[in-house]
C-alpha cells in the first residue's frame, strides 16, 4: 500500500470508496461485494485513515477562565444553566454567581466539577 501524498489524491480514494459503499447501500449488506471488492474497500479505508490521521488539527483553544471551561462542558452535554446547576448539586442562582464571577467556587464544587464534569483538579486550582 503506497501512502496518499495529497489532497487530489485522497479525493480519488474518497470517490472509489463511495462507489463501493453505494453498492452496499443498494443490496443492502457487505455480503453484496466480492471478496476482491470488500479487500480493496478494506485497503482503500486504511489509506484513507492513514491520510487523516497524518493531518495535523487546528489547536483546539482552551479556556482560560472556568466559567469559560463551564460553558463549553454545558454546550458539549446540551445543557442549559438550571440543568447544569441540578448536576452540581447547587441552585441555579449559585452557578450564576460562580459563571458571572461574583463568587468562588468551594472545595465541594471543586470536587463535583472534577467528578461530573471531568475538569482537570489542575485547571480547577489554576483558575479558582
Same mark, same amino acid.
Given at each position: 500500500m503506497k501512502p496518499i501524498r495529497n489532497q487530489e489524491e485522497y479525493n480519488s480514494l474518497l470517490t472509489e470508496i463511495e462507489k463501493y459503499i453505494q453498492k452496499v447501500t443498494e443490496h443492502g449488506s457487505f455480503d453484496s461485494l466480492t471478496s476482491v471488492e470488500a479487500d480493496t474497500l478494506h485497503r482503500l479505508s486504511v489509506q484513507v485513515e492513514a491520510y487523516e490521521k497524518s493531518i495535523p488539527l487546528m489547536p483546539i483553544r482552551t479556556p482560560d477562565t472556568l466559567p469559560g471551561m463551564i460553558h463549553i462542558k454545558m454546550a458539549e452535554r446540551n445543557m442549559k444553566q438550571k440543568d447544569m446547576a441540578k448536576l452540581l448539586g447547587v441552585s441555579t442562582a449559585r452557578l450564576s454567581e460562580v459563571m458571572n464571577?461574583? /463568587? /468562588?467556587?468551594? %472545595?465541594?464544587?471543586?470536587?463535583?466539577?472534577? !467528578? /461530573?464534569?471531568? %475538569?482537570?483538579? !489542575?485547571? %480547577?486550582?489554576?483558575?479558582?
Open positions: 464571577g461574583k /463568587r /468562588r467556587i468551594t %472545595i465541594d464544587l471543586a470536587k463535583k466539577l472534577y !467528578e /461530573r464534569l471531568d %475538569i482537570s483538579p !489542575e485547571f %480547577i486550582l489554576k483558575m479558582a
